[in-house]
């Protein structure tokens, strides 16, 4: 069953267009991880964070990405990272028109 | 333009299908919130915390929804919720097959 990972870490380093085109090629590359579905690549200048909410097919695959993804994060000098997978309740998600798999 | 929000709180209650009986009719309303584009209902029984993910049409909308939903979550009786409000970068989400509007 699909599950959500949210991650989110302290940023204050280049934003939107800028951004997109530092991590383009990381980008592309996550769509390669095992049982991964989709990512927002989320960020708030306001509060000076940075990170994504994804979709992954299982809690294992979600697991061993955030796990990798953690560490990678990491070794780019990103400290304080907070990440979390979530089953999706699905019921409650159709009624509140959540694009469901 | 579009943004997400992020919101997660300790709970250790009920979950899955009691969970979608008990909270039908508050999903229900949220359909009605200035704004409110979709919401992904999360939780984890192995972190023992509940939450969603939101997509509202602008951030401020986000910010008037987020403040009346946390009082409400208080209400409720939660307390350590996590809230926050994040601009979406399109490029990168759309590399990974984000369901942007």
Redesign the interface.
Known sequence: MAV?I?V?FPHNDVW??E??VQ??EL??S??NEPGF???????????E?A?G?YMFDS?ENAEKYLKMHSERLAQFGYSNIRG??????E???A?????LQ
């Open positions: 959500i949210h989110d939107g267009k951004m997109a991590m383009n980008a592309q996550i769509n579905i989709w990512k927002f690549w989320t960020e708030s200048k306001k509060d964070m990170g909410v809690r979390k997978v979530f089953e999706i309740n019921e409650l998600s009624i509140c028109k959540a694009p």
